[in-house]
């Protein structure tokens, strides 16, 4: 079992897409407690957010904007999932 409460402090940063300039919206959402479900309709909300504000007054907003919004979110699910990795290795570690 992925134990959650070894991240309970942890934030997650989402970049609204790697190719949009280093100014890109960044977003924290919490991940602590939320089952998967919870947790990527929290993270396709930010997503969508950060992606809204970035996009804001391109002219090709319409058409980027929903691959802005899924790479996002997998970034963003691609971390937790090395987060929790990390965590359950230092705890198998610990507890050797």
């Not at 790697?18 to 309709?41: M, N, W, Y």
């Not at 396709?44 to 007054?57: H, M, P, S």
Request: aromatic fraction near 2%; hydrophobic fraction near 55%.
């Amino acid at each position: 079992m992925i134990r959650i409460s070894m991240i309970a402090a942890a934030t997650i940063a989402l970049v609204a897409a790697s190719a949009l300039p280093a100014s890109a919206q960044e977003i924290r959402v919490k991940v602590a407690g939320k089952d998967a479900a919870t947790l990527h309709h929290d993270l396709w909300q930010a997503a969508r957010k950060a992606c809204d504000i970035e996009l804001a007054g391109s002219v090709l907003a319409y058409e980027v904007q929903q691959p802005c919004i899924r790479h996002a979110v997998k970034m963003a699910e691609d971390k937790i999932a090395q987060s929790r990795l990390a965590s359950n290795g230092a705890m198998v570690a610990s507890a050797q």
